[in-house]
């Protein structure tokens, strides 16, 4: 029987390419589910370039790629905000790899590097909508804060937190 091999890696630029397909193919449920279009909310992660990731890591933000088997299956990115503040950017698990612990492990490899770097809090934005992402990260440790809308996005964000 073999054995499925699962590691989480730092990226780099040339990850670019292997990153912004990785970050739309996961979010594009997503943005069939709530309508969201290039046109209705242009950041949205469905519509990532490889542009984005590169001015990404050109500002300092962090991305990881798992690999299952040595294929990508997810990304994670940590932006820090202070020294007391990190983000959790653009979690990504592709479609047919959900629900096999691939998140959490993204999740908890952003806690770590975060903790590393002396941060006291984790902080990500999600579609207030999204009740059962709201759940899952509640099971994690995330707490919910407040929930506002913006004028250049069609959907209400939640806030939630994670204090290390």
């Not at 590393?116 to 909508?129: K, P, S």
């Not at 059962?132 to 707490?143: A, C, D, M, N, P």
Request: hydrophobic share 40%; net charge positive; proline share 5%.
């Amino acid at each position: 029987m073999e054995k499925t091999v699962v590691h989480i890696r730092k990226a780099g630029p040339a990850d670019a390419p292997t990153l912004n397909s990785l970050i739309r193919d996961a979010f594009r449920d997503v943005a069939s589910r709530f309508g969201l279009t290039g046109e209705n909310s242009p950041k949205h992660p469905s519509n990532c370039t490889e542009e984005w990731i590169r001015t990404d890591l050109s500002r300092g933000i962090t991305y990881y790629i798992m690999e299952k088997d040595g294929e990508p299956v997810g990304c994670a990115a940590i932006e820090q905000a202070s020294p007391e503040l990190c983000y959790l950017e653009r979690l990504a698990v592709l479609p047919k790899e959900r629900r096999a612990g691939f998140g959490r492990a993204l999740v908890n490899n952003v806690l770590l590097k975060a903790r590393t770097l002396g941060a006291r809090e984790v902080g990500i934005g999600i579609i207030a909508q999204q009740a059962e992402l709201k759940k899952w990260y509640r099971k994690i440790g995330f707490v919910e804060g407040e929930s506002r809308d913006f004028p250049h996005l069609p959907f209400r964000v939640t806030f939630m937190r994670y204090e290390l």
